[in-house]
C-alpha cells in the first residue's frame, strides 16, 4: 500500500513546536525519500496589513504536503492509482495545506494580539499608577500648603499668647515688687534689731575682755612670781642635793673611818662623836627631805596654776577671735547695707519700666524665663521660615514637574487608546475572515465527503482506504483543534475580563498604604513639635540651671567662711616643717663651709643641734607612745573589768585571765578558789581545782560524765550552777 505524503515530517528549519497544539500521531510506513523538489505551500498573506511577508514562526504541526514532479515538471504521486484519482488527490492536499497554513497564521496572529493585548494592559497600569502616584504627590503639596498655613497661624496665635503671657508677667512682677518691698522693709527691721544685739553683744564682749584682761595680768604677774620663787627653790633644791650627796659622801667616809677606827682602836669615845655625828646628819637629811616634799608640792600648786593659766589664755585668744568675728559682721552689715540701696534703686528703675509696658512677673527668674523663652521662639521662626521657603520653592518645582508628566502621560493614554482601537478593529477583522475561513472549510467537507462517495461508487476496486482514514484523522484533529482554541479563547476572554479587576485589587491596598502614610505623617508632625516643645524646655532650663549656679557660687563666695585656731594641728606641723627646714638648711650650710675650709675633725654645731633635736622629738615620740599604750592598758582593764562582772551578773561565773590562753572559772556560790574550773585553750583540757578527788571534784563527777562526751561546756557549766543554787538556803526556802 502506497504511504500518504502527510506523514513526512518537516524537514524545514521554520517548522517550530507550537505549544497549543497536541503532535498527531504516526505511523511507521514505508514512504520514499523526499526529492530535492519538494516544498511547502503556506501562504504569505498578512490579514491585518494586506501585504505579503514570510511568517516568523510555523507549527510542528502543519505538515508541507510533499509533491513529485516527473522529470517534464508535471507532478506526480507515488503510488499507482489512475491520472482521476491523482488530481483528486492533488487538489485535496493544497485544501489541506491552506487550511493548516490559514489555521496556524490564525494562531500566530492570535498569540501575537494576546501578547500586545497583554503588553497595553500592562502600559495602562503603569500609567494609571503615574498618575495615581503624581495625584499623591498634589495632594502631598497641598496638604503641605495647608501645614504651612496652619503653622503661621498657630505662630500668630502663639505670638497673641506670648503678648497676654508678657502682660500677665509684668502683673506678676509688680506684685512680686511689692512682696520684695515689704520683705525689704521686714529685712531692715531685722537688720536693724540683729545690730542693736550686736552692739550690745560688742559691749558686753568688751567688758568681758577687759575683765579677763585685768585677771590674765594679775595671774600673769602671780605666774611671774610663782615662777621666781619655784626658780629659787630649785635652786635652793639643787643646793640641798649637792649638799646631801655631799654628806653621804662624807656619811660614807666617816663610816669608813669609823670601821677603821673599830678596827685600829677601838675607842669608845671616838665612836660616840662619830655616831652623834651621823645622827645629826641624818636629821639633817630628813629635815631636808621634808623640804623636799614641801617644795614639790609647791611646784604641783605651781604647775596646777600654770594649767589654769593656759586655759585663761586659749579662752582670751577664743574671746579675741570672736571680736574679730563680729567686726567682719559689722562691716558685711554695712556693705549688705549698700548693696540693699543700690538693689532698691533697680527695682525702682525696672518697676517704672514695667509699668510703662504694662508687664508684670512673679520674680526676676520669670522674667529671665520669659526673656531666653522668646528668644528661643524667634530662632525656631526663624529656621522654621528658613526651612519652609527653599520647600515651597521645590515644591512649586515638584508640581510644574508632575503637571509636565500629567500631560505627558495623557498623550501617551490617548495614543495607547487609539493604538487600541486600531487593535480591535484588526481583531474584528481577524474574526470576520477566520469565520469565512472556517465556512470554507466546512465547505471543503461537504466536497471531500461528495467526492468520496463518489469515489466509492464509481471506482469500486480502487477506493484508498488508507487515504480516506487518513482523511478522517485529519478532520477528527480538526476537530480538536478547534476545541482546543474555544478552550483558548475562553481562557483568554477570562484572563481579559480578571486584567481589569487587579488595578481595583491592588487600589485599597495602596489607599491603606496611603492612609497608613498619612498618618505616620501626621506622627512625625506632632512628634516635631513635641521635640521642639521639650528642646526648647531643655534650653530653658539650662539657662536656669546656670543662673542657679552663679548664685550658688556667689552666694557660696560671699556667705560661707572658714575659721581656724591659731593652735591647730595644721599650723604646727607647718611650723614644724619650716623649723626642720632652717636647721637643715643651716646644717647644710655649715657643712659646706667645714668642706671649703680646713680638714677639721669636728661636727658643726647646727649638726649637734639637728641631732639634740631629733632625739628630743624622739623622745617625745616615745613618751606619747607610752602615754597612749598606758591609756590603752587602762582602757583595757577596765573594759575587762566591765566584761568580767557583765559576764558574773548575767551567768553566774567569775573569770579570771591567765597566761598562755588559760581562763579559770569560778561559780557565784562557791566558798572560794576551791570550787573552779581551769580550762586551757591550746591544749583544750580541764582541770578542777583540788584534783580529782576534791569535794567539788566528786559534786560534778555525774554532770562531767554526761555533758563531756557530748561536747558541750556551756550546758556543763549551767547545770553545776544550778545544782549549786540547789544546795543554798534561797534554793531552800
Known amino acids: 500500500m502506497d504511504s500518504s505524503p502527510f506523514d513526512e515530517k518537516p524537514t524545514s528549519a521554520h517548522h517550530q513546536r507550537n505549544p497549543f497544539v497536541s503532535p498527531l500521531p504516526q505511523k511507521r510506513t ?59 488527490d492533488v487538489s485535496n492536499e493544497a485544501l489541506r495545506s491552506e487550511l493548516a497554513s490559514t489555521r496556524y497564521e490564525l494562531e500566530v496572529l492570535r498569540e501575537e494580539r494576546e501578547l500586545e493585548k497583554v503588553q497595553h494592559e500592562q502600559e495602562i497600569r503603569a500609567l494609571e499608577a503615574k498618575l ?43 506684685r512680686q515688687i511689692r512682696m520684695l518691698k515689704s520683705e525689704i522693709a521686714s ?39 610663782l ?19 655631799g654628806k653621804d659622801e662624807e656619811v660614807q667616809d666617816l663610816e669608813t673611818e669609823l670601821l677603821k677606827v673599830k678596827t685600829q682602836t677601838g675607842d669608845a669615845d671616838t665612836l660616840r662623836i662619830v655616831q652623834r655625828e651621823l645622827s645629826e646628819q641624818v636629821n639633817h637629811i630628813k629635815t ?15 604647775r596646777d596654776s600654770l594649767r589654769s593659766l593656759e586655759l585663761v589664755e586659749e579662752e582670751k585668744r577664743s574671746l579675741e577671735s570672736k571680736v574679730k568675728i563680729l567686726e567682719n559682721l559689722r562691716d558685711d552689715l554695712s556693705s549688705a547695707q549698700v548693696r540693699v540701696s543700690v538693689l532698691e534703686d533697680e527695682r525702682r528703675s525696672w518697676q517704672s519700666y514695667f509699668e510703662s509696658e504694662g508687664l508684670e512677673f512673679d520674680s526676676p527668674e520669670a522674667l529671665a524665663r520669659a526673656l531666653v523663652e522668646e528668644r528661643l521662639d524667634k530662632a525656631a521662626l526663624l529656621e522654621k521660615l528658613g526651612r519652609t521657603n527653599p520647600e515651597a520653592t521645590q515644591k512649586d518645582e515638584t508640581i510644574l514637574q508632575l503637571q509636565g508628566s500629567l500631560s505627558q502621560a495623557k498623550k501617551e493614554l490617548e495614543s495607547l487608546e487609539e493604538r487600541l482601537t486600531k487593535d480591535t ?23 471531500l465527503k461528495s467526492f468520496s462517495s463518489e469515489e466509492t461508487i464509481y471506482m469500486q476496486g480502487n477506493f484508498d482506504e488508507q487515504k480516506s482514514q487518513r482523511i478522517q484523522e485529519l478532520e477528527q484533529l480538526l476537530d480538536e483543534y478547534k476545541a482546543e482554541i474555544e478552550e483558548l479563547k475562553q481562557a483568554a476572554q477570562a484572563r481579559s475580563s480578571d486584567a481589569p479587576t487587579q488595578p481595583n485589587r491592588k487600589r485599597p491596598i495602596e489607599n491603606d498604604d496611603d492612609e497608613r502614610i498619612g498618618q505616620l505623617i501626621r506622627k512625625n508632625r506632632q512628634l516635631q513639635e513635641d521635640i521642639e516643645a521639650i528642646e526648647k524646655k531643655n534650653a530653658v532650663a539650662e539657662k536656669e540651671i546656670e543662673a542657679l549656679q552663679t548664685r550658688i557660687k556667689s552666694l557660696s563666695g560671699t556667705s560661707v567662711r572658714i575659721l581656724e585656731l591659731r593652735d591647730n594641728p595644721t599650723s604646727r606641723e607647718q611650723l614644724v616643717k ?47 607612745k607610752e602615754k597612749r599604750m598606758m591609756r590603752l592598758k587602762e582602757i583595757w582593764t577596765s573594759k575587762s573589768n566591765e566584761f568580767r562582772e557583765a559576764v558574773y551578773s548575767l551567768l553566774g561565773w567569775k573569770l579570771d585571765f591567765m597566761a598562755n590562753g588559760r581562763v579559770r572559772v569560778t561559780h557565784m556560790f562557791g566558798r572560794g578558789a576551791d570550787q573552779s574550773i581551769e580550762f586551757d585553750g591550746e591544749r583544750g583540757t580541764m582541770k578542777i581545782s583540788g584534783g580529782p578527788d576534791s569535794m567539788f571534784a566528786r559534786e560534778i563527777r555525774n554532770q562531767c560524765q554526761f555533758w563531756m562526751p557530748r561536747q558541750n561546756i556551756p550546758c556543763l557549766l549551767a547545770s553545776i550552777l544550778l545544782e549549786q543554787y540547789e544546795k543554798t538556803t534561797r534554793a531552800q526556802i
Do not use: C
Open 132 to 174: 495615581e502616584e503624581q495625584a499623591k504627590r498634589v495632594d502631598t503639596v497641598e496638604t503641605e500648603k495647608r501645614f504651612l498655613l496652619e503653622k503661621q497661624t498657630e505662630q500668630a496665635e502663639t505670638t497673641k499668647k506670648a503678648k497676654a503671657a508678657a502682660g500677665a508677667a509684668k502683673q506678676n512682677f509688680e
Open 288 to 302: 631636808l627631805e621634808a623640804t623636799n616634799r614641801r617644795q614639790v608640792s609647791e611646784l604641783q600648786q605651781v
Open 425 to 447: 478593529k484588526a481583531r474584528q477583522r481577524l474574526e470576520r475572515q477566520r469565520a469565512l475561513a472556517l465556512r470554507e472549510a466546512e465547505f471543503l467537507r461537504e466536497q
Open 227 to 245: 615662777s621666781q620663787e619655784l626658780e629659787n627653790k630649785n635652786n635652793v633644791l639643787e643646793e640641798t642635793l649637792n649638799k646631801l650627796s
Open 578 to 624: 619650716a623649723t626642720q627646714l632652717k636647721a637643715l638648711k643651716e646644717e647644710n650650710a655649715a657643712l659646706l663651709a667645714q668642706l671649703e675650709g680646713k680638714n677639721v675633725k669636728s661636727v658643726p654645731i647646727s649638726t649637734l643641734e639637728n641631732a639634740r633635736e631629733d632625739t628630743k622629738s624622739m623622745e617625745r615620740v616615745v613618751t606619747e
Open 30 to 88: 514505508s514512504r520514499p525519500a523526499p526529492t530535492p523538489a519538494t516544498g511547502r505551500l503556506l501562504p504569505t498573506y498578512d490579514f491585518i496589513t494586506g501585504e505579503n511577508q514570510t511568517p516568523r514562526r510555523s507549527s510542528p504541526l502543519t505538515f508541507s504536503p510533499v509533491v513529485l514532479r516527473s522529470p517534464r515538471g508535471a507532478p506526480r504521486s507515488p503510488s499507482a492509482a489512475p491520472d482521476s484519482n491523482l488530481t483528486a
Open 187 to 225: 529685712w531692715k527691721e531685722t537688720v536693724t534689731d540683729k545690730q542693736d544685739e550686736i552692739d550690745s553683744q560688742d559691749r558686753k564682749h568688751r567688758s568681758e575682755i577687759s575683765e579677763k584682761d585685768n585677771t590674765i595680768r594679775g595671774l600673769e604677774q602671780t605666774v611671774d612670781e
